[in-house]
């Protein structure tokens, strides 16, 4: 091999073209050797190694992806035995494409075809490569795609860079519905963040194509994925949801980046999803750096590849997932960027890798499944990861929870306690909403630990089983240090609540501009809601979010006529800020009640947009 390499490099002046096919080396840095003899050949721009016993993940591969010369570019192609093809800064015209597609087709072990920063010209009717299921492609030339998956018959999985979403989508939709749309399990499509604003935004029929092509022919597609694909609004996403719910097969839809809004119209539209008969996971990157992952269940390599895509998105910031299973490799991607964590109803093994992956972590808000299997979890895993960043935590167990999965033994408490006493060294708040515990003894000795930490200023512990006139109660009350005030809020079984040392009627409450608040019982609750806001005024709400959850039986989810008109005067009356008044699953008596509402919202019209 060295003989071959000095005779290119030192004697053939004109060659512009070398293949080897299925010729074994002894390892793969002859053939490196040999690219770079290759390289000093001025004429050459053409090197294809084809079988010759190299790997994917090889010497050679990690070679070829390395090389950069503006002077001199050296189009590599290398067939490596694990049936992967890479097509590296290749300009082919139509004869060397033909050529070389005939030439892989005896290579019946090809199967994945990775193509970048290359042009291929095909003839009308190219050589099929019946053996690939699958197509990497970035910064291919828009016109290759035609030729290009109208010969791979087999394709199964798509994953393509584009340079020019209004130009590149229509030109593979298209190529798509004439070919291999029925047999389509995945496609992936990805604008770069190195892309122009202009070049990544779709016109609505480009979109619409989209999705006609998904809702008509892609029988058996399960996963769909759109990076930094930016639409004209969020409904064109809204029907393209719509669409994939169509796909019987269809499983997972992620928008990632696509111009979308935690408050907009796509992600109302995902919350709104519920079909026992059809469940389709959606996840969404909103704009703003939240991330929502709702009913997914992902395995160890798909949770991987998200988050190596996520870790793209440094305005990532706040992280909500809902009725899902995640399994995370041993060494999980990192997400440094994310700093809030809201998690409901996921399964008890994802907090492991979960949390190990956020290592900005500073605010987490977890609703449990099963307070004994939960906890202990999520307290293991803030102790390996550190836990100094963080400044909140929230443990809700739901009220739908049975008893028997709210209550924790005592060693689970004191995990929390000595987690809390000896690793959140920056710690502000703590809350612990139905965990009940052994006795009451549990919480005076978690008061304890959280005293010694001087940045805790709240503690909440909210219907946890204590009672006003209990052991928790009178150690409250007898707490007295004039170096560190720990303000402390307990609401007892008995509907007592005791806030003691905390200033919340000035300092937080006239901050409060955004309240979102699930309740359990419509009547009861609203009108308390109502109160409390009418007693510290609400001047400065801004939003009002009431939501009764849809499992929710009919009866806790209706209110009076005088519930509706008590919160229609209250925003009449006292919110002269609230731009946004949203209700979920609120029935009252009749319709009138919902036209009084309005009416009381339009005198807040100079400030007021949305009412929901």
Known sequence: MSGLGLLIGEETKNLQWLILTRVKCTDEEDLVQLVECCKNVKTMNHLMLLGCGTNADGRLSRHITGLHNPKKSLGVIALHDDGQLLVEKCQLSTEMTEKLWSCLRSFTSLNHPTISDSSLSFPPSPPKLLSVTKLSAERVTSQSYEGLLSSLSGLRDIDITIDDAEKDIPQITACLRRTVGQQLTRIDLTAPSSLPSEKNRVSRETMRGLSLLIREQTKNLYWLILTRVKCTDEEDLVELVECCRNVKTMNHLMLLGCGTNADGRLSRHITGLHNPKKSLGVIALHDDGQLRVEKYQLSTEMTKKLWSCLRSFTSLNRLTISDSSLSFPPSPPELPSVTKLLAESMTSQSYGGLLSSLPGLRDIDITIDDAERDIPQITACLRRAGGQKLTQINLVAPPSLPSEKKSVSRETMRGLGLLIREQTKNLQWLCLSRVKGTDEEDFVELVEC???????????????????DGRLSR??????????SLRVITLHDDGQLLV???????????????????I??????????????????????????LRAPYTLPSEKNRVSRETMRGLGLLIREQ????????????????????VYLIECCRPCVNMMSHVW
């Open 450 to 468: 959280c005293k010694h930490v001087k940045t805790i200023n709240h503690l909440m512990l909210l219907g946890c089983g204590t009672n006003a």
């Open 475 to 484: 150690h409250i009350t007898g707490l007295h240090n004039p170096k560190k």
């Open 500 to 518: 003691e040392k905390c200033q919340l009627s000035t300092e937080m409450t006239e901050k409060l501009c955004d309240i979102d608040i699930t």
């Open 520 to 545: 359990d019982d419509a009547e009861r609750d609203i009108p308390q809601i109502t109160a409390g806001l009418r007693r510290i005024r609400g001047q400065q709400l801004t939003r009002i979010r």
């Open 575 to 594: 919110t002269k800020k609230l731009e946004q008044l949203e209700l979920y699953w609120v029935k009252c008596t009749d319709e009138e009640d919902l």
